[in-house]
T-cell receptor, first 115, second 113 residues
Framework: AQSVSQHNHHVILSEAASLELGCNYS??????LFWYVQYPGQHLQLLLKYFSGDPLVKGIKGFEAEFIKSKFSFNLRKPSVQWSDTAEYFCAAAYGSSNTGKLIFGQGTTLQVKP | KAGVTQTPRYLIKTRGQQVTLSCSPI?????VSWYQQTPGQGLQFLFE???????NKGNFPGRFSGRQFSNSRSEMNVSTLELGDSALYLCASSFVQGGEKLFFGSGTQLSVL
């Protein structure tokens, strides 16, 4: 079955620390990958996406992710986190090029950044 | 440009009742997807509509249904509510089916007593 798993459920960091959130997806042919973020009290919004091309993708607010096909991974990184990055982060996959409305989400990672 | 609008914001129902949730996509967007979010199961895909046709369906029982109107607004209906249907129901829209980005609404929080 198609699935997405996130390695960490709850991460606590101090400001200026580096962040890496793990995400693995199951094999299923053509796959498009996403990271969505939900800030407290706000709706889900797209951080970044990978469809094809350069496996290192850059998103908003200094986030980036690397697609490693051989490892079925799409980890999210940020060199230096800020208190405002406190949020829940979701990795998601869409299998099939026309199925980007049908996202398979990971369980989410709650990031808490201490000032 | 207004975002995705979901109504109502909160809803309380009792077991056995039915409920209808509404979603207005961003102007010009023609694809609407619905998701259920619970603490235990996370975010799960319900269905996707494009041009008034259901294009994809998730693994939910037939009690969950939806439709899309010619103005792209969408509704989802849950009949014979169960306690386990308590969840945040999220609607998302995109310009076309297969669009590169989903825009999510704030959701409807459904509580079944």
């Amino acid at each position: 079955a198609q699935s997405v798993s996130q390695h960490n459920h709850h991460v606590i960091l101090s400001e200026a620390a580096s962040l890496e959130l793990g995400c693995n997806y199951s094999y299923g042919g053509t796959v498009n990958l996403f990271w969505y973020v939900q800030y407290p009290g706000q709706h889900l919004q797209l951080l970044l996406k990978y469809f094809s091309g350069d496996p290192l993708v850059k998103g908003i607010k200094g986030f980036e992710a690397e697609f490693i096909k051989s490892k079925f991974s799409f980890n999210l990184r940020k060199p230096s986190v800020q208190w405002s990055d406190t949020a829940e982060y979701f990795c998601a996959a869409a299998y099939g090029s026309s199925n980007t409305g049908k996202l398979i989400f990971g369980q989410g990672t709650t990031l808490q950044v201490k000032p | 440009k207004a975002g995705v609008t979901q109504t109502p914001r909160y809803l309380i129902k009792t077991r056995g009742q039915q409920v209808t949730l509404s979603c207005s996509p961003i102007s010009g967007h023609r694809s609407v997807s619905w998701y259920q979010q619970t603490p235990g199961q996370g975010l799960q895909f319900l269905f996707e509509y494009f041009s008034e046709t259901q294009r994809n369906k998730g693994n939910f029982p037939g009690r969950f249904s939806g439709r899309q109107f010619s103005n792209s607004r969408s509704e989802m209906n849950v009949s014979t509510l169960e306690l386990g249907d308590s969840a945040l129901y999220l609607c998302a829209s995109s310009f076309v089916q297969g669009g590169e980005k989903l825009f999510f609404g704030s959701g409807t929080q459904l509580s079944v007593l």
